[in-house]
């Protein structure tokens, strides 16, 4: 069975910084796009930032406008890892952060997908904090 675990959440002062680690299980994960979405109290689950097997190739990593420049998106293979390093965090990145893989893996290149219906493991999501 596939899981995803968040870790790496907290609470964090505006200005600063967190490294979110999703770790995969019951399967390889090399080859397959893994995404970051938040959820805000009292808001719609939206999309952050989703990264293809492909690193390094043209647009391998997909990014929501309100993080570009400030969060990025890593894997470590040999890990089974995806990480979301944040930084320069504002008190609107409070939410809720969750990993996401779909069920099978996919070696097409070209931005990888935000939308939440191409994604069907969740993990079970790490707060986030930031305070003014």
């Known amino acids: 069975q596939v899981q995803l675990v968040e870790s790496g959440g907290g609470l964090v002062q505006a200005g600063g910084s967190l490294r979110l680690s999703c770790a995969a299980s019951?399967?390889?994960?090399?080859?397959?796009?893994v995404a970051w979405f938040r959820q805000a109290p009292g808001k719609e689950r939206e999309f952050v930032a989703a990264?293809?097997?492909?690193?390094?190739?043209?647009?391998?990593?997909n990014y929501a406008d309100s993080v570009k420049a400030r969060f990025t998106i890593s894997r470590d293979n040999a890990k089974n890892t995806v990480y979301l390093q944040m930084n320069s965090l504002k008190p609107e990145d409070t939410a809720v952060y969750y990993c996401?893989?779909?069920?099978?893996?996919?070696?097409?290149?070209?931005?990888?997908?935000?939308?939440?219906?191409?994604?069907?493991?969740w993990g079970q999501g790490t707060q986030v904090t930031v305070s003014s």
């Open positions: 996401a893989a779909p069920l099978s893996s996919d070696r097409s290149r070209g931005l990888p997908p935000s939308g939440q219906s191409r994604y069907d493991y």
């Open positions: 019951g399967r390889t994960f090399s080859s397959y796009t």
């Open positions: 990264i293809r097997w492909s690193v390094g190739s043209p647009n391998y990593a």
